[in-house]
């Protein structure tokens, strides 16, 4: 059973992109199987600079075949943008690159139905604070069945047709909801555009279900790449202050056409303290000099939108949480060098709400809003740790700190990174069978 999955256990941004590069090293397949263009990250190899959002990281490993499964999202100017920024950068595509033909497609409306109802819900304080991507709207779209169009309806005789059709209906939708903020969509135009989007496109359409399946059922090792973080997942997250996907462990399956028996390994991504982009609420958040020193030192905007990220301590309730639905088997733990300089450090172990101390999630976003934090305190360290290389040469008051977030998560670490190299990273000493990579350390 040679599937491996990375799930970010936070509310994203757990730079889950520098683990599976580490990953992809052992695998012949990586799949990305939910979200959309809402996921951003910046790869830097062999001394260029790649902007991905859609296109998995594994692409810039040859040898390796990239999917994008049934559960994503896409928006076909963004992939073939990816698509092309490769190719000039003479990285082989063709061949390498899998796209559903079951995964829906981004449209302008959707994009202007993102803006239109977000800023309604920001004038009404409730703002989600979506990425404006349109990924919301599609999803919407997807599961409400009448306006949507996936990416084999692209290749059919009535695409056209049926776009022109969907852009009157949104139109009508639209201008009803917007009046003059609204500006008509050209229905011919966007279908021959998608025309032109689907020709392109259609060397790399494949049924990846199927594709997927026969890997496994082969031996070969996929790696499942997480978008977002789990407290985003729609059904299990912090709602409605969400993403539209299954971001959590969860969604591996449905996402990716691929049933759990064939998982072998979940590796859970935390930071080592809690980073959110967008509305929400989030107990542990320090808007002060602490917040401000995770920010600067963490160089905490974001990928996609470059809005500074809301920074705070580690929640341990939180990530148990999401451990636990993920079914993660371990833990890495992101960007410990940011902790390094403040005098002592906090750990959320329970929330107070009204008069009741709870450890476990609440499902409301309200309870959650009111959560007072219960902190364990613990020293911090001073000393710069991004050279360190080995987990024994850590301070002392590092290694506690990582003992204590794998006790309160009740899942052991295995990987620990200070920096954004490669060779920033420490691997805890595996007990025999129980390594974090296939076939032993990296
Ligand atoms: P949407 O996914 O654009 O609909 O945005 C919904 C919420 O998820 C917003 O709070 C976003 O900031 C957040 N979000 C979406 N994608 C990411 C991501 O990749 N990292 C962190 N937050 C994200």
């Known amino acids: 059973m040679p599937g491996v999955c990375v799930i970010g256990l936070q509310w994203g941004d757990e730079a889950k992109g520098k683990v599976v590069d580490l990953l992809t090293q052992q695998h012949q397949v990586v799949v990305r199987y939910q979200g959309g263009a809402n996921a951003g990250h910046t790869v830097v190899a062999d001394g260029q600079t790649y902007k991905l959002s859609l296109i998995p990281s594994g692409i810039l490993h040859p040898g390796v075949t990239c999917v994008i499964a049934t559960g994503v999202v896409i928006d076909p100017a963004v992939l073939l943008a990816e698509i092309e920024q490769l190719q000039q950068r003479g990285v082989e595509v063709a061949g390498r690159l899998l796209v559903s033909d079951r995964a829906h497609v981004i449209f302008p409306w959707h994009i202007e139905e993102d803006r239109i109802f977000g800023q309604r819900a920001l004038d009404e304080g409730e703002a989600i604070g979506t990425t404006l991507r349109g990924i919301g709207p599609c999803y919407r779209d997807k599961v409400g069945r009448y306006f949507a169009i996936r990416v084999g309806d692209l290749l059919r005789s009535d695409a056209e047709e049926r776009i022109r059709r969907v852009a009157e209906e949104k139109n009508r939708a639209l201008r009803a909801r917007a009046g003059d903020q609204f500006q008509e969509l050209d229905g011919r135009r966007i279908a021959q555009q998608y025309r032109q989007y689907a020709e392109q496109l259609a060397p790399y359409v494949a049924d990846t279900t199927e594709f997927l399946l026969s890997a496994l059922e082969q031996q070969q090792h996929v790696l499942f790449e997480g978008a977002q973080?789990?407290?985003?997942?729609?059904?299990?997250?912090?709602?409605?202050?969400?993403?539209?996907?299954?971001?959590?462990?969860?969604?591996?399956?449905?996402?990716?056409?691929?049933?759990?028996?064939?998982?072998?390994?979940?590796?859970?991504?935390?930071?080592?303290?809690?980073?959110?982009?967008?509305?929400?609420?989030?107990?542990?958040?320090?808007?002060?000099?602490?917040?401000?020193?995770?920010?600067?030192?963490?160089?905490?905007?974001?990928?996609?939108?470059?809005?500074?990220?809301?920074?705070?301590?580690?929640?341990?309730?939180?990530?148990?949480?999401?451990?636990?639905?993920?079914?993660?088997?371990?833990?890495?733990?992101?960007?410990?060098?940011?902790?390094?300089?403040?005098?002592?450090?906090?750990?959320?172990?329970a929330y107070r709400i009204g008069q009741r101390q709870v450890s476990s999630f609440p499902s409301h976003a309200q309870d959650l809003e009111q959560a007072e934090p219960v902190y364990e305190t613990l020293p911090g360290w001073q000393e710069d740790i991004s050279q360190v290389r080995q987990i024994e040469d850590l301070p002392q008051a590092a290694r506690d700190y990582l003992d204590c977030l794998s006790r309160l998560v009740g899942r052991p670490v295995k990987l620990v990174s200070v920096g954004p190299d490669r060779c920033q990273t420490m691997f805890v000493p595996a007990a025999s069978g129980d390594q974090l990579l296939v076939g032993g350390d990296v």
């Not at 401000?292 to 905490?300: A, F, K, Q, T, V």
């Not at 974001?302 to 500074?308: D, E, I, L, Q, S």
């Open 229 to 349: 973080g789990a407290l985003l997942d729609v059904d299990h997250g912090t709602f409605p202050y969400v993403t539209s996907s299954n971001s959590s462990g969860l969604g591996v399956s449905s996402g990716s056409g691929v049933p759990g028996r064939y998982i072998q390994r979940v590796i859970g991504v935390v930071k080592a303290y809690t980073t959110r982009v967008g509305g929400g609420p989030f107990p542990t958040e320090q808007d002060n000099a602490i917040g401000e020193h995770l920010r600067r030192r963490g160089n905490e905007y974001g990928t996609v939108t470059r809005r500074p990220r809301r920074c705070g301590w580690f929640d341990a309730v939180a990530a148990r949480y999401t451990a636990r639905i993920s079914g993660v088997d371990h833990l890495a733990v992101t960007l410990l060098d940011v902790l390094s300089g403040l005098p002592e450090l906090k750990v959320c172990t």
